[in-house]
């Protein structure tokens, strides 16, 4: 088999690169590795690497050829940096999939994997977020993340190119990023305690996410290889485990020294995935407790 992975030299893509490769896949990896919120980029020496924008059809199109899955992480993929540049967010979170997309259904690849966002309910969906519940776009990232979904569906039904919807949740893990203020909470907390400086909590810490295991997050990835009733295909799937934490309750498994900084807009307040749909048909269910995780970075 041969697979591309954009975004394979972040968080998530890096360790799908380490899996793919495992199963002996041939791997192509797209990633301009312009995310500023990395410590460092990941790359397997198994892997042949190109340093493109997603967004640019003339230079990505040719690694298409004999193709058999793409699995597309590449994004701007952090809320606060989309709010404020939009431009960006939209030009790489939706141009950006377009390309993918068009290049994958020139190619005649078998299928697309595409890793959008939980952030697509907002506040107004009540958990458990099940994928029929309205879109409820709360920032640029969300809105251009749903028009990717949007475009998948599309070039399922239209074009027949076989695509599969991811909505994480919260992701955690070895490899995630860790730099500025904006980074994903677990790994911010992780290294703030490591330093000795008192954990960030964002307005009054009792928002409450799902949060999801990177490695659970690659096994849906895989699992979505699989063949599947074509009803399903161009439709959206959570990767969550059905269970949320405040931050407060993050924090206290961490560190009793914490501050707390001003609330951010954008965000929702509550999330906690159905995971129904993705384990009735591919199979899948979480195998990480974010408790356990914390305990052996301690």
């Known amino acids: 088999m041969k697979s591309i992975v954009t975004g394979g030299a972040g968080f998530i893509g890096s360790h799908l690169v380490d899996r793919l490769l495992e199963l002996g896949h041939e791997v192509i990896v797209?990633?301009?590795?312009?995310?500023?919120?990395?410590?460092?980029?990941?790359?397997?020496?198994?892997?042949?690497?190109?340093?493109?924008?997603?967004?640019?059809?003339?230079?990505v199109r040719p690694l298409f050829e004999n193709v058999d899955y793409v699995f597309h992480l590449?994004?701007?993929?952090?809320?606060?940096?989309?709010?404020?540049?939009?431009?960006?967010?939209?030009?790489?979170?939706?141009?950006?999939?377009?390309?993918?997309?068009?290049?994958?259904?020139?190619?005649?690849?078998?299928?697309?994997?595409?890793?959008?966002?939980?952030?697509?309910?907002?506040?107004k969906n009540i958990p458990p977020l099940v994928e029929t519940m309205p879109?409820?776009?709360?920032?640029?990232?969300?809105?251009?993340?749903?028009?990717?979904?949007?475009?998948?569906?599309?070039?399922?039904?239209?074009?027949?190119?076989?695509?599969v919807i991811f909505r994480y949740f919260n992701v955690y893990?070895?490899?995630?990023?860790?730099?500025?203020?904006?980074a994903p909470v677990v790994g911010l907390f992780l290294r703030q305690a490591k330093a000795g400086q008192p954990l960030t909590i964002v307005g009054d810490g009792e928002q409450r996410r799902d949060f999801?295991?990177?490695?659970?997050?690659?096994?849906?990835?895989?699992?979505?290889?699989?063949?599947?009733?074509s009803s399903y295909l161009g439709t959206v799937f959570n990767v969550g485990t059905g269970i949320n934490h405040s931050i407060n309750e993050i924090a206290a498994l961490i560190s009793d020294n914490v501050t707390f900084i001003p609330p951010r807009i954008g965000e929702s307040r509550l999330t906690k995935a159905s995971n129904y749909k993705i384990g009735h048909v591919f199979g899948w269910s979480p195998t990480k407790k974010i408790e356990d995780y914390i305990q052996s970075k301690l």
């Open 30 to 59: 797209i990633d301009n590795e312009s995310a500023t919120c990395h410590d460092q980029f990941y790359k397997n020496e198994n892997a042949t690497y190109f340093k493109y924008d997603i967004a640019d059809y003339d230079l």
């Open 74 to 123: 590449a994004a701007e993929s952090r809320i606060q940096p989309s709010i404020e540049n939009p431009l960006l967010c939209v030009r790489t979170n939706t141009l950006g999939t377009s390309v993918i997309l068009q290049c994958a259904r020139e190619a005649e690849v078998k299928r697309v994997m595409y890793s959008s966002t939980s952030s697509a309910y907002g506040r």
């Open 135 to 163: 879109e409820d776009c709360l920032n640029p990232y969300s809105v251009a993340k749903v028009a990717g979904e949007k475009m998948c569906k599309m070039y399922s039904d239209l074009f027949g190119l076989e695509t």
């Open 173 to 182: 893990g070895d490899r995630e990023p860790t730099k500025g203020q904006y």
């Open 212 to 229: 999801t295991h990177v490695d659970d997050i690659v096994q849906a990835n895989l699992d979505a290889m699989k063949p599947v009733d």
